[in-house]
């Protein structure tokens, strides 16, 4: 077993947890700090999970739903948003993996009125995202086979967390699909502040270990918030950050580590339960009900 973050084969327990009544094993890497699900453990390693298992557990159907769409809307606004703030120019080519029913795409075609395209595995969100006229694929190496034109933008929005091999996936978009003066826009929970542990998520991100991914695999960081959209006003329950290819001489392999990890995701923590305390209403924003999904 090695670390998705160093590849180091050194690692202890960090926490055992349920998710969806299947018992998880979290490690933490010793020579980077990565906290992490074991990959030839996990379900969610498995490619066919996303085909259609990981949609019947997390919400009991394949098909989108309305509350599920609502989320996405609120964070492909938030992530333009982002994007304007960051001064990004207008791609004429987006990619987003793990597109889902495409929201983000057709926030990026109306936005930007550029050419997009989709990676999505889950079999019912990649057909509902094709009958919105969005050309989609089954996964990164059919896109890659297809030989697409380098992409200016690519999105990994609540993604990254979810991948056997971030690293080596990083790379490859960098060097099969994004442009030289491409941007990488990524956006996960963040460890510090989110419960994190799900069946479905490998890799726990902090602030720092979500740099030195990028770093690592040749990106260099230029963009980077953490917020609470759309679940919080005013608990940082996620990262966003926006980055691009890195000039050779910036460009690293070497892993700088993370110390006190648990004692920051404890101190994280207790913070977010004082919060929730104070200002019950701010902490946590109202989803749509039943009725209105």
């Known amino acids: 077993m090695n670390c998705l973050l160093c590849g180091s084969d050194q690692q202890d327990v960090f926490e055992r947890v349920e998710s969806f009544g ?21 379900k969610a390693a498995d490619p066919e999970f996303y085909t259609s298992v990981y ?4 919400q009991a159907t394949e098909t989108p739903t309305s509350k599920d769409l609502w989320v996405q809307e609120q964070r492909a606004k938030h992530l333009m948003a982002f994007l304007h703030a960051q001064n990004v120019h207008r791609p004429d080519r987006a990619l987003d993996i793990g597109a889902s029913a495409g929201v983000l795409l057709k926030a990026f075609k109306r936005e930007y009125a550029c050419d997009v395209v989709g990676v999505e595995p889950g079999d019912a969100y990649r057909t509902f995202a094709e009958q ?22 690519i999105s990994l929005s609540h ?3 979810h991948l056997p091999d971030p690293a080596g996936d990083l790379r ?18 963040n460890f510090y502040a989110h419960d994190s542990y799900e069946l479905a998520h490998l890799a726990c991100y902090t602030p720092h270990t979500l740099r030195e991914i990028l770093l690592k695999t040749g990106y260099e960081v230029i963009g980077f918030k953490k917020h609470g959209v759309p679940r919080s006003a005013c608990l940082n329950l996620y990262l966003t950050i926006l980055a691009r290819p890195a000039k050779s001489d910036l460009h690293r392999e070497a892993v700088r580590p993370e110390r006190y990890v648990r004692q920051k995701r404890d101190l994280g923590l207790l913070y977010r339960r004082g919060l929730q305390k104070l200002f019950p209403h701010k902490a946590w924003l109202p989803l749509p009900s039943r009725e209105e999904s």
């Open 55 to 58: 949609r019947e557990i997390y």
């Open 159 to 161: 993604v990254l967390e």
């Open 132 to 153: 919105q006229g969005l050309q989609m694929f089954t996964s990164k190496e059919e896109l890659i086979t297809s030989r697409p034109e380098r992409f200016d933008l």
């Open 22 to 42: 299947i018992p998880l094993v979290y490690y933490q890497c010793h020579r980077c700090g990565l906290v992490f699900q074991s990959a030839e453990e996990s």
């Open 172 to 189: 490859s978009y960098r060097m099969d699909l994004l442009s030289e003066s491409g941007f990488l826009l990524i956006e996960v929970p």
